[in-house]
Nanobody, 124 residues
């Protein structure tokens, strides 16, 4: 069982930055690939970024590539999402998720554990 707790969300102006953190419980964090997803009001939850268990591989949605950076610190059981050049369309609840599979995936239902989410609001 893995419990995930996100933090770092808030209100920011367009063009600003935020860094989200997700702390995992348990001693097996380093064996999970981690992903960030987001869900805007009235929309489906969508993939944002993913990072392999080792941290060597990352993958991004086209809408955030070049603006967002996913990273992890396995010694701290934490995954991060650095978000720069934020746009109003980035407004959503952001969720981190853990995947026990061996292949980095963008598929929502492949992830085994989810956090409760943190709200990010970008004003124009």
């Amino acid at each position: 069982q893995v419990q995930l707790v996100e933090s770092g969300g808030g209100l920011v102006q367009a063009g600003g930055s935020l860094r989200l953190s997700c702390v995992a419980s348990g001693r097996t964090f380093s064996s999970y690939a981690m992903g960030w997803f987001r869900q805007a009001p009235g929309k489906e939850r969508e993939f944002v970024a993913a990072i392999s268990a080792s941290g060597r591989s990352t993958y991004y949605a086209g809408s955030v590539k070049g603006r967002f950076t996913i990273s992890r610190d396995n010694a701290k059981n934490t995954v991060y999402l650095q978000m720069n050049s934020l746009k109003p369309e980035d407004t959503a609840v952001y969720y981190c998720a853990a995947d026990a599979g061996l292949i980095l995936t963008t598929t929502l239902n492949r992830y085994d554990y989810w956090g409760q989410g943190t709200q990010v609001t970008v004003s124009s």
